[in-house]
Nanobody, 122 residues
Framework: QVQLLESGGGLVQPGGSLRLSCAASGSIFSIKAMGWYRQAPGKQRELVAAITSDGSTNYADFVKGRSTISRDNAKNTVNLQMNNLRPDDTAVYYC????????????????WGQGTQVTVAS
């Protein structure tokens, strides 16, 4: 079984910073992409940033220049440093990873964390 555990959400003032972390654990053979998505009330879940196993990154336009995604392949972790946060960044942030488990015959599947709330307000 594979699990993703997120941490680092919370309440921050506009212009502040937060660092989200996610650790994948369980019967993992390999991980392709890892990333962060967010979902605000009444809106669809959307990609924030993603990173492949070779370090290639992809950012949504709304976080470019304000966020940095990083990954530790040895520890199966992914981090998202968010700076200059705005009220419209308020959402539940979800970690996602495309993982191949160690179970015989397993292919790559998409896994989600439980989500962590980020609230930007003064």
């Amino acid at each position: 079984q594979v699990q993703l555990l997120e941490s680092g959400g919370g309440l921050v003032q506009p212009g502040g910073s937060l660092r989200l972390s996610c650790a994948a654990s369980g019967s993992i053979f390999s991980i392709k992409a890892m990333g962060w998505y967010r979902q605000a009330p009444g809106k669809q879940r959307e990609l924030v940033a993603a990173i492949t196993s070779d370090g290639s990154t992809n950012y949504a336009d709304f976080v470019k220049g304000r966020s940095t995604i990083s990954r530790d392949n040895a520890k199966n972790t992914v981090n998202l440093q968010m700076n200059n946060l705005r009220p419209d960044d308020t959402a539940v942030y979800y970690c996602n990873a495309v993982i191949k488990s160690r179970y015989p015959g397993a292919g790559y599947d998409s896994y989600w964390g439980q989500g962590t709330q980020v609230t930007v307000a003064s």
